[in-house]
């Protein structure tokens, strides 16, 4: 099967510091993979890279086998490349009080709707 989303030899370094290392991937349609590592090790530089919020040193992305390394944010989603971002909950914020307020409201109780 054809790649739809494919990574080649992409590069990235802040300084002295080789974040995204030659790091090339290739997925056709219905394939999932997970990025993990730890603080630090890249993960968020290599999907600011991906989705056109930063720009490489060198190394190409392309979609349906088209470079897209050029085309901005916008003209990425355009063509179906949509990312969500790490939103970091404190406490005291409101979507942390609605989830405490899911947590100790008992089962089946008659509640009104959090606000
Ligand atoms: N704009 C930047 N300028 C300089 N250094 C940066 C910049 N962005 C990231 N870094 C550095 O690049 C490295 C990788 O950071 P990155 O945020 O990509 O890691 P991460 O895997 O997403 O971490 P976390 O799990 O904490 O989200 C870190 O050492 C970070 O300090
Ligand atoms: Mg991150």
């Known amino acids: 099967m054809?790649?739809?989303?494919?990574?080649?030899?992409?590069?990235?370094?802040f300084g002295g510091l080789a974040v995204t290392n030659d790091v090339s991937?290739?997925?056709?349609?219905?394939?999932r993979i997970a990025l993990i590592g730890p603080n630090g090790a890249g993960k968020t530089t290599f999907v600011n890279l991906v989705t056109g919020n930063l720009a490489p040193d060198s190394g190409e992305v392309l979609l349906a086998g088209e470079t897209v390394t050029k085309v901005d944010a916008i003209g990425r989603v355009r063509r179906g490349?949509?990312?969500?971002?790490?939103v970091?909950?404190?406490?005291?914020?409101?979507?942390?009080?609605?989830?405490?307020?899911c947590r100790l409201a008992p089962e089946g109780a008659n509640r009104a709707p959090h606000r």
Do not use: I, N, W, Y
């Not at 054809?2 to 370094?13: D, G, P, Y």
């Not at 991937?25 to 394939?31: P, R």
């Open 88 to 101: 970091t909950l404190v406490p005291g914020h409101d979507a942390c009080r609605a989830c405490r307020a």
């Open 25 to 31: 991937l290739s997925m056709s349609s219905g394939d």
């Open 2 to 13: 054809s790649a739809v989303f494919e990574v080649a030899h992409l590069k990235k370094a």
């Open 81 to 86: 490349l949509v990312r969500s971002f790490q």
